[in-house]
């Protein structure tokens, strides 16, 4: 699996308060959830975002309450994936559990910056800078764990297994 996108970056502790806000979660229609994504911290993201763009962010992404939405909000906006220096374990969890690929390498959110493109290679935890020409290494998601992606989630995956 891989991803390439341009990057919209932000800073430590964006919480899942941020990512998808309470007003909005009387739905879990992603397509619904998408256009509210990021919007009390960045209200033009749903504008400017495309298709495989890219979040990178600092410490912490995703702290806060323990809600699904967020990781769907941002998938169903067209995000690829997150790569942070760290993230909440329960926003960690929930992202596999839907099939949304995040990395942690502090190295790359370091020397990323907004609007840089950027490719990823989720089975070597390889994130290339196109931007800067510049390499990062991040841990590569065990098999399973891939597998749980292709699969598009968890649910999908345990149905293929069964």
Do not use: W
Not at 43 to 52: A, C, D, I, L, N
Not at 64 to 80: D, F, L, N, Q, T
Not at 87 to 115: H, K, M, T
Request: one cysteine or more; glycine letters at 8%; charged letters at 25%.
């Amino acid at each position: 699996m891989r991803a390439k996108g341009k990057v919209f970056k932000y800073g430590n502790n964006v919480d899942t308060d941020v990512i998808i806000p309470a007003r909005y979660l009387n739905t879990s229609d992603p397509a619904e959830l998408a256009k509210h994504c990021m919007e009390d911290i960045d209200s033009s993201f749903v504008e400017k975002v495309e298709p495989g763009d890219i979040i990178v962010a600092g410490k912490n992404f995703g702290c806060g309450s323990s809600r699904e939405h967020a990781p769907i909000a941002i998938k169903a906006a067209g995000v690829s994936c997150v790569i942070a220096t760290t993230f909440a374990r329960i926003f960690y969890r929930n992202s596999i559990n839907i099939g949304f690929p995040i990395l942690e390498c502090a190295e790359a959110v370091e020397n990323i910056d907004a609007g840089d493109i950027v490719q990823v290679d989720f089975g070597t935890g390889t994130i290339y800078n196109e931007t800067k020409g510049q390499k990062y290494q991040a841990q590569p998601f065990p098999d399973f764990m891939q597998e749980i992606m292709v699969a598009d989630g968890l649910i999908n995956y345990i149905k293929q297994k069964a």
